[in-house]
């Protein structure tokens, strides 16, 4: 088995370039597993992300013959046997590489969308600032009780806990062409993530959290391809999320437009 | 500050440099996992200036992984004393009994505190936080969300860190704790992104940079679980306690050592060896498969010795399909996920192969109640620290709750000695500067004698053929020769790697240091203690021993490898018995 992967050393490479290596049989089975294998036994220079290798922590994104994907979830031989992609391409998605057989060899670039640090690493600055941008945090419609936790509906936590599962990995932004297109576009993480907020009956914001994300920036901008909801290793449905945000938003009467106008 | 005129190396032949830029804070918090966070929440609370230093992006931290639940007594007809009870027994009585009281007694505000931020708890009938039963608990008090518990804390507190703009360095390595005489004086620290050293003063510093399973092979931890916080406040002359306590979980998913939470048998989930038999009859005939972890880990493990194991391997079946498809949806999702994703097999219709794993690392940095360790000025918390509540035995459920307890009361302290602490030393911390890019640089520069990964490899097999479930003394002992002679290899090889950006050979380097250092201390803590305790389980010493042994070990370091020394373990609310279930 051999892996084609894009490096890329700054200060020295003045674009990317990929190098191949070989590898006895599939170790571990997952491309994480060969990546370590790679970076263990054969060239430590490789820098690729990683923590929990349980899918988990949301730290392994990256292009897998050109689909984004976790690398601790990415079974070996299931990209061998190729599956191919359903995703609207743009991008890198779209750019053929030179020389790669994928018959014989796995492709593993960086996650598309986010500038490159070093070979697989990428600067995820737009991803956290955009999280940050729709106050992911709860403002509660009242003091809580001393003492108790406020009451929920089983059927409440429910419904959240689509939302709630995002493990904030990125491949969802990696995966979109608006947010390759739009540099100011919050991207689909970050507007699920509003959702959640949304949805939570114990916040008190609820419209207020539409006002503020109803611009290009926010969920306007989305053109709903569901690239999202296709790549997200947790079902999140980020793009379904969007779309609720933007039905929800066509219900207020005479709304304001957000904070950052259009 | 260290400039690059003294350190000429430049980023593209290779090398390091000192930062210009001196970095200052008033409380400096390691580790961006839930100890690390509830942290730095209560120090800003409590009106200190705080950052924040991680390896990984907060979220990335191992936290994130834990699955089945935190407990407390939240009910009317549970309480306090009983959750404590059920711990110090837990712990076979090597727990302090004044901290487990803590623990639990401030259990209800810090797990309801969540709910309060945010947390989505699974919830009971009457709309209250759900709580199930949990191995060695007299209670069903383990609350939980969904089976993705450390998940929904983690992210609640990180998003309530963001609201409260806490401070976050993420990507930093930190690479030496800054001690004068007896007083911590801050840290110096790798900006992996940018390959640069800096030095980051402070008046206190909270160490909560969590557990140490890589050490073992067959762990459950996260890959970045290397015990770096621990081992570095070590080498600065903190003492470690109780090291030779390992956490060996029962039921690890066979291949890759993914967890099976404690909460699947918690659900009912059933435990058949080859021979079809429920094998835990014969070892906890009242508890069977709730029998806390380190009873479990023995059985399944003697099975797989005495070749019960399913086909003659070395693993057992984990069982729900007996639960019903909708129960396992609801309750077990993300185990469900982590059966087909990892093992490719669907535990609705066939049960699950599991085997023992390394899991919890109960030692740690000595601290008391408030975090503090013999270093002035150096505090800790969760799983990097020993208080101790856990003893010879963690209970399921009660880690995330210390992260908690004593991540806040930790904060708390920390932020109330800032005021009163010395004016910093800028000299002192610009010497320890230079001496950690004059150390980086050394490793960069030396040949690859052996490569580190393969050390590490050799160090993991070791420590779990040589230290794993059941031990014995002359195995133990070329254990630790082994180790020995894995730390000396380390000592002098070097790395394929010399660029500055993102160098993982180096922190891969780095943390394998911690690990070798940290393997020293549990060898040696676990040859010494001849009884049989909790974890601590000797085929050569099967007793437990409390004339001899109801005590601490603690470890400092010293000349030639560590120094061992003995304290008392608190006692004065429960009374030392055998420990049955
Ligand atoms: C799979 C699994 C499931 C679990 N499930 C449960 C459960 O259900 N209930 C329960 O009570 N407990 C459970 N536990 C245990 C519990 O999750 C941990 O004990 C706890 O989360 C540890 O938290 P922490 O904040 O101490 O450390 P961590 O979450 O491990 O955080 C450590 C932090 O330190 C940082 N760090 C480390 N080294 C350095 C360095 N050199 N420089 C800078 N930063 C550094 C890391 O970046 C990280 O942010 C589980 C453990 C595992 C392995
Ligand atoms: S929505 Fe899905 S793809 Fe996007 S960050 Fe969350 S988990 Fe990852
Ligand atoms: S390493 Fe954590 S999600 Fe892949």
């Known amino acids: 088995m051999r892996l084609r992967v894009q490096r890329f050393e700054p200060g020295r490479d003045t674009s990317p370039r990929y190098q191949v290596y070989e590898l006895e049989d599939p170790p571990g089975q997952t491309v994480l597993g060969a990546l370590f294998e790679v970076q263990d036994r054969q060239d430590g220079s490789i820098a690729f992300r990683y923590s929990c290798r349980g899918a988990v922590c949301g730290s392994c994104a990256m292009l897998i013959n050109k689909v984004p994907r976790l690398a601790c979830k990415t079974q070996v031989s299931d990209v061998m046997e190729g599956a191919t992609s359903n995703l609207q391409t743009f991008g890198t998605i779209d750019q053929d590489v030179e020389d790669w057989d994928p018959e014989t060899e796995i492709l593993v670039e960086p996650l598309p969308n986010f500038p490159v640090i070093r070979d697989l690493v990428v600067d995820m600055t737009r991803f956290w600032n955009a999280l940050e941008e729709v106050e992911p945090w709860m403002v509660p419609a009242e003091d809580p009780p001393e003492g108790l936790e406020r009451p929920m509906e089983h059927g409440d936590v429910v419904k959240l806990e689509r939302l709630v599962g995002c493990i904030l990995c990125a491949l969802c932004s990696g995966s979109c062409p608006i947010v390759h297109d739009e540099p100011d576009f919050l991207g689909p993480a970050a507007l699920a993530k509003a959702r959640r907020f949304y949805e939570d009956p114990r916040d008190v914001r609820r419209d207020g959290i539409l006002e503020m994300l109803y611009t290009e920036e926010g969920f306007e901008g989305c053109d709903l391809i569901y690239n999202c909801v296709k790549v997200c290793p947790r079902n999140v449905a980020p793009g379904g999320a969007i779309r609720k945000l933007k039905k929800d938003a066509a219900k207020l009467p005479a709304l304001e437009r957000g904070r950052n106008g259009i | ?581």
Request: some cysteine; aromatic content about 6%; overall charge negative.
């Open chain 2, 1 to 581: 500050m260290a400039g690059s005129d003294d350190f000429p190396l430049s980023s593209s032949t290779g090398g390091f440099e000192g930062a210009r830029e001196l970095l200052a804070h008033e409380v400096v918090v390691i580790g961006g996992g839930l100890a690390g966070l509830r942290a730095a929440l209560a120090a800003a609370n409590a009106g200190a200036e705080v950052a924040v230093f991680t390896k990984v992006h907060p979220i990335r931290s191992h936290s994130v992984a834990a699955q089945g639940g935190i407990n407390a007594a939240l009910r009317e007809d549970d309480s306090v004393e009983s959750h404590a009870f059920d711990t110090v027994k837990g712990s076979d009585y090597l727990a302090d009994q004044d901290a487990v009281m803590l623990l639990a007694s401030e259990a209800p505000d810090r797990v309801r505190e969540m709910e309060h931020w945010g947390t989505v708890f699974s919830r009971a009938e009457d709309g209250r936080i759900a709580q199930r039963p949990f191995g060695g608990a007299g209670y069903p008090r383990t609350a939980y969300a969904q089976d993705r518990t450390g998940h929904n804390l983690l992210h609640t507190l990180f998003e309530t860190a963001l609201g409260q703009g806490i401070r976050v360095y993420e990507e930093y390595f930190i690479t030496r704790i800054v001690v004068s005489g007896d007083r911590c004086l801050g840290v110096v620290a790798l900006n992996i992104r940018e390959g640069q050293l800096h030095s980051i003063q402070a008046r206190s510093v909270v160490i909560a940079t969590g557990g140490y399973g890589r050490i073992f092979d067959r762990s459950t931890n996260a890959v970045i679980n290397t015990g770096d916080g621990a081992s570095l406040a070590y080498r600065a002359g903190a003492p470690i306690e109780d090291m030779e306590f390992v956490q060996f979980h029962p039921t690890t998913l066979y291949g890759t050592n993914i967890l099976m939470s404690e909460g699947i048998r918690g659900e009912g989930g059933l435990l058949w060896n080859g021979e079809g038999e429920r094998f835990m009859e014969r070892y906890a005939p009242k508890a069977m498969e709730l029998a806390p972890r380190d009873i479990v880990a023995r059985s399944i493990q003697t099975e797989i010795d005495e070749g019960r194991g399913i086909d003659g391997k070395p693993f057992v079946h984990l069982d729900i399909t007996h639960l019903g498809a909708e129960h396992v949806k609801e309750r077990l999702p993300g185990i469900r996920e982590i059966c087909i994703n990892f093992a490719g097999i669907d535990p609705i219709e066939k049960p699950i192969p599991i085997q023992p794993g390394q899991h919890y690392s109960m030692g740690g940095l000595a601290c008391d109640s408030d975090g503090a360790t013999e270093v002035t000025g150096l505090l800790t918390a969760g799983e990097a620290a020993c208080v101790s509540v856990h003893g010879a035995n963690r209970l399921g459920g009660n880690s995330l709750l210390e992260t908690l307890v004593f991540g806040r009361r930790a904060g708390v302290a920390a932020a109330s000695q800032a005021p009163t602490a010395p004016e910093p030393d800028e000299a002192l911390m610009d010497v320890a500067l230079r001496e950690e890019v004059a150390r980086m640089n050394g490793i960069l520069m030396r040949p690859v004698e052996e490569r580190h990964a393969d050390l590490k490899e050799r160090l993991q097999k070791v420590m779990f053929e040589h230290f794993g479930v059941f031990r014995n003394g002359p195995v133990m002992k070329e254990g630790l020769e082994m180790v020995q002679k894995i730390k000396a290899a380390l000592e002098i090889t070097g790395i394929d790697y010399h660029g500055s950006v993102f160098n993982q050979a180096l922190v891969g380097y780095l943390e394998m240091e911690s690990m070798v250092e940290l393997a020293e201390v549990i060898a040696m803590g676990a040859i010494a203690r001849e009884e049989s305790r909790g974890s601590h389980s000797r085929i050569d010493f099967p007793d437990r021993d409390d004339e001899r042994w109801l005590k601490h070990t603690f470890a400092y370091v010293g000349e030639d490898g560590p120094i061992i020394e003995y304290r008392e373990v608190t006692l004065g609310h429960f009374e030392v018995k055998e420990r049955v279930y």
